[in-house]
């Protein structure tokens, strides 16, 4: 066989293995159901059911999400607020803004203590086009007494805390979320439940 008829041949199997990579990524993907989005007002204590972020094994059912405020803070002004001055070499060299959320965390009826329980590193403020992080270095300023992010807690019992968020203004700028207000992400699927901040 020739060069040449190597080379055609070659690419007629690159081809068909490309062709039957896509179709069976179209059949595996074609029957995934999209998250149904389901938004709620602030104050509103939203259970989290069987919902989940990447797993269906989170478990978090049983625990309930409410917001309590927000505000968006400049970083000096944050780190005066939680008196954590001597920490803003911690913070990203592009972040302008903090969006402090208080929510209160309850667990209703989740007997998985220590087991399962809530990730907030899974949690953002979403609008329309953009994401903001949750940023855990601020989240511990605002919050010097939880041992962590991720936590569980007693059945029956419930948590306030300070949810912080970094806001990069060149990328997401001010003018742009107050037009388009974002809201706290608590879960992914099957439901997108969304609580407003305002």
Known sequence: ???????????????????FWGLRFHAVNQNVPLPVIQVFPKGEEVGLEKDFFNYADEDMEGYAVTVLDAQLLPVKDFLKKFDAAEQAENLGNHTDYIYTVQVRIANQGNPHTDEKGIS????????????????????FMANPTMPGASFSLRKGTAMDMILTFDV???????????????????????????????
């Not at 066989?1 to 062709?19: D, E, F, N």
């Not at 700028?173 to 901040?197: N, R, T, V």
């Open 1 to 19: 066989m020739s060069r040449q008829m190597k080379k055609i041949l070659l690419t007629g199997i690159l081809v068909l293995l490309a062709a």
């Open 168 to 198: 990069m203004s060149k990328v997401t700028s001010l003018d742009h979320l107050a037009e388009d207000m974002p809201k706290l992400l608590i879960s992914q699927y099957p439901h997108q439940k969304m609580l407003e901040i305002v």
């Open 120 to 139: 907030l590193v899974q949690y953002v403020l979403q609008g329309t086009d953009y994401i903001l992080s949750f940023d855990d270095t601020c989240f």
